[in-house]
C-alpha cells in the first residue's frame, strides 16, 4: 500500500502546478481612430484603446475557441467597414494562438465573412 502516496503526490502537482492566469496589455489601434472595439462581445473602449486579455503563462490565450475583437466604423462614418481579427484559444489537445502586444485594423478593407464560424464563447 506504499505506492498510493507515489501516485497521489505528482497528481496534485499536476494539476496544482498549472494553474495562474497572467494579464497581457495589448494595444488595439484603427485607420481611423473612433472606432468602436469589442472582444468577444463585450465593449472594451473606442480605438485607440489598450485592453487586457487573460492569458496562460506561455503567452497564450486561455480557455476553448475563438477570442474575437471586432473594430466598428464610428456612426455615420463612409467608406468605411466592420472588421474582425480571430485568435485560436485552443481546444483538447490544439495548440493556442500567441497573443498579440499589438492589433491594428484597416477600417477600410471589405469586412469578412465571419459565418462559418462556430462563436460560442462561453466559459
Given at each position: 500500500m506504499k505506492l498510493a502516496p507515489l501516485v497521489i503526490i505528482p497528481s496534485v502537482f499536476l494539476f496544482v502546478g498549472c494553474g495562474g492566469?497572467?494579464?497581457?496589455q495589448v494595444a488595439v489601434e484603427a485607420s481611423h481612430p473612433g472606432a468602436r472595439i469589442e472582444a468577444n462581445n463585450d465593449y472594451v473602449g473606442v480605438?485607440?484603446?489598450t485592453i487586457t486579455v487573460m492569458?496562460?503563462?506561455?503567452?497564450?490565450?486561455h480557455?476553448?475557441?475563438?477570442?474575437?475583437?471586432?473594430?466598428?466604423p464610428e456612426p455615420g462614418?463612409?467608406?468605411?467597414?466592420?472588421?474582425?481579427?480571430?485568435?485560436?484559444?485552443?481546444?483538447w489537445f490544439q495548440p493556442e494562438a500567441s497573443i498579440p502586444k499589438r492589433i491594428y485594423f484597416d477600417m477600410t478593407l471589405p469586412t469578412e465573412d465571419d459565418s462559418r464560424l462556430n462563436f460560442n464563447n462561453s466559459k
Amino acid at each position: 500500500m506504499k505506492l498510493a502516496p507515489l501516485v497521489i503526490i505528482p497528481s496534485v502537482f499536476l494539476f496544482v502546478g498549472c494553474g495562474g492566469l497572467v494579464p497581457y496589455q495589448v494595444a488595439v489601434e484603427a485607420s481611423h481612430p473612433g472606432a468602436r472595439i469589442e472582444a468577444n462581445n463585450d465593449y472594451v473602449g473606442v480605438a485607440p484603446v489598450t485592453i487586457t486579455v487573460m492569458g496562460d503563462k506561455d503567452g497564450t490565450f486561455h480557455g476553448e475557441g475563438w477570442y474575437v475583437i471586432r473594430a466598428m466604423p464610428e456612426p455615420g462614418a463612409t467608406n468605411q467597414n466592420v472588421q474582425i481579427k480571430r485568435f485560436w484559444r485552443g481546444g483538447w489537445f490544439q495548440p493556442e494562438a500567441s497573443i498579440p502586444k499589438r492589433i491594428y485594423f484597416d477600417m477600410t478593407l471589405p469586412t469578412e465573412d465571419d459565418s462559418r464560424l462556430n462563436f460560442n464563447n462561453s466559459k
